[in-house]
């Protein structure tokens, strides 16, 4: 069955913020990664990787942008029929603005201090990352790997990408020396970091509501996320009122909103937010598009 991907005037203000997220990461790697001579995690670092022992090994002049995107392209190909057409559309555009926009930005560099380096385009890589996950969009390559593991196991996998990245830096450390390595950890370490604060896609957070308007809330919750709510009969212990306790699990990124909705309609109602390490069992997450 064939799947037709449609856009609307609502994408605007997403391909807008990966147009942003594509040039501040493209800033980055030529002010950061490249005057530092950083390894990046994910294809970035490969490419680069790649890139230099062409150069330095067989006298081959590959540039960084073109082993970046036929990496990129090569992935989104073996993936394309299992994960949102749209999302993948998004991604492809990311990375392909960012390959035109590495290869031609030129601006002088800012500080030679390694570890200044290292910290600031962590925080500048994470950041533009974080704002494409955030609109719907990918860097591609290993965050493809991420986001389908991210869905079959109900939570973040980024970990696991960090785990890659470290045997691509064992490489560069070999090759070319252990001081770009341990740097490029740092870097590493302060971009996932920014990630997993600013993409909550598949982190889960559990609540207990303590509520006399059981009825109402599960309705309203309803209209927010497809996620079953458990309602247990139970009494304070101080004053001996009957309750009611409901339970759910729901996405991060939801419970402001549902929050909002469960105060709205009972002010009075106890509420308690605990964070998910791992769900097993019927879990609905809202497909990518």
């Known amino acids: 069955m064939k799947t037709t991907v449609r856009f609307g005037r609502k994408d605007l203000p997403r391909i807008a913020a990966i147009f942003i997220s594509a040039l501040i990461y493209s800033i980055g790697m030529v002010v950061f990664v490249r005057s530092g001579n950083l390894f990046p995690g994910g294809y970035a670092g490969v490419s680069r990787l790649i890139s230099l022992i062409a150069a330095d090994q067989f006298g081959l002049n590959i540039p960084f942008s073109v082993v970046y995107f036929i990496l990129n392209i090569a992935t989104t190909l073996f993936i394309y029929k299992t994960i949102g057409h749209k999302f993948v559309l998004y991604s492809v555009l990311w990375y392909t603005l960012s390959s035109i926009m590495t290869g031609i930005i030129q601006l002088p560099v800012i500080t030679q201090d390694p570890l200044l380096i290292a910290?600031?385009?962590?925080?500048?890589?994470?950041?533009?990352?974080?704002?494409?996950?955030?609109?719907?969009?990918?860097?591609?390559?290993?965050?493809?790997?991420?986001?389908?593991?991210?869905?079959?196991?109900?939570?973040?996998?980024?970990?696991?990408?960090?785990?890659?990245?470290?045997?691509?830096?064992?490489?560069?450390?070999?090759?070319?020396?252990?001081?770009?390595?341990?740097?490029?950890?740092?870097?590493?370490?302060?971009?996932?970091?920014?990630?997993?604060?600013?993409?909550?896609?598949?982190?889960?957070?559990?609540?207990?509501?303590?509520?006399?308007?059981?009825?109402?809330?599960?309705?309203?919750v309803f209209k927010i996320c497809r996620h079953g709510i458990t309602r247990i009969a139970c009494q304070g212990a101080y004053s001996h009122q009957d309750h009611t306790l409901l339970m759910l699990s729901i996405n991060t990124y939801q419970l402001r909103d549902v929050e909002k909705c469960i105060l709205e309609i009972d002010p009075h109602a106890f509420i308690s937010v605990n964070a998910v390490e791992r769900i097993i069992g019927n879990y609905y997450q809202t497909p990518l598009e």
């Not at 609109?135 to 790997?145: E, L, R, V, Y």
């Not at 389908?148 to 990408?161: A, K």
């Open 119 to 220: 910290v600031f385009g962590g925080l500048v890589n994470g950041f533009a990352v974080g704002i494409t996950l955030k609109s719907n969009g990918s860097t591609g390559g290993t965050d493809f790997i991420a986001i389908d593991l991210s869905q079959r196991l109900h939570r973040p996998t980024w970990n696991y990408i960090f785990a890659f990245n470290a045997i691509v830096l064992a490489c560069a450390g070999y090759l070319y020396g252990w001081n770009q390595a341990l740097y490029s950890i740092i870097f590493q370490y302060v971009s996932k970091e920014v990630v997993g604060m600013m993409h909550q896609r598949y982190k889960v957070s559990r609540l207990h509501v303590v509520t006399d308007k059981p009825d109402e809330i599960c309705t309203g």
